[in-house]
């Protein structure tokens, strides 16, 4: 029985491994950012809300996207999501990134807390950190769903 209950364990873990291209890219964008989102620790820090963000550089801004995984459960408590955005050409030096969710879920599931994000590179594997550690949620601190992070 712990053999059948290890190996269940395995297959939970291996289904949270892996980048995921976001399901927004478009076949014919062949510049490509790796995204890595630290949601927090803290009780109830991970979210079903649908969460959107734009990234802007110097030279552009990415449209409205959205971070989503159509085979496993992203940015709950305690996890690192990886994501991998196409773009048409390259933003430059990455400035900031807007990023909000929908409030969509219910009760504790709606909030989120985000630690913060790490933009790489993948042509130039020049890194950029956007710090948060802060809620988005209409019940906690400030009540914002909506927060701009600088570079």
């Known amino acids: 029985m712990d053999f059948i209950y290890a190996r269940y364990k395995d297959k939970k873990d291996l289904e949270k491994l892996g980048v995921t291209l976001l399901s927004d890219n478009y076949s014919s964008d062949q510049y490509f950012y790796q995204i890595l989102v630290f949601t927090g620790h803290r009780t109830n820090a991970g979210t079903n809300s649908k969460v959107h963000f734009i990234l802007a550089g110097e030279e552009d801004q990415t449209a409205v996207r959205t971070f989503s995984d159509p085979h496993r459960k992203i940015l709950q408590r305690g996890e690192i999501d990886a994501f991998i955005i196409a773009v048409l050409k390259s933003l430059e030096l990455l400035n900031y990134m807007r990023i909000w969710h929908d409030n969509s879920s219910q009760h504790d599931k709606a909030s989120w807390f985000l630690?913060?994000?790490?933009?790489?590179?993948?042509?130039?594997?020049?890194?950029?950190?956007?710090?948060?550690?802060?809620?988005?949620?209409?019940?906690?601190?400030?009540?914002?769903?909506?927060i701009f992070l600088h570079n």
């Open 115 to 146: 630690k913060y994000i790490i933009v790489h590179d993948l042509q130039t594997i020049q890194k950029s950190y956007f710090i948060c550690q802060q809620w988005f949620a209409v019940e906690k601190d400030d009540g914002r769903v909506n």
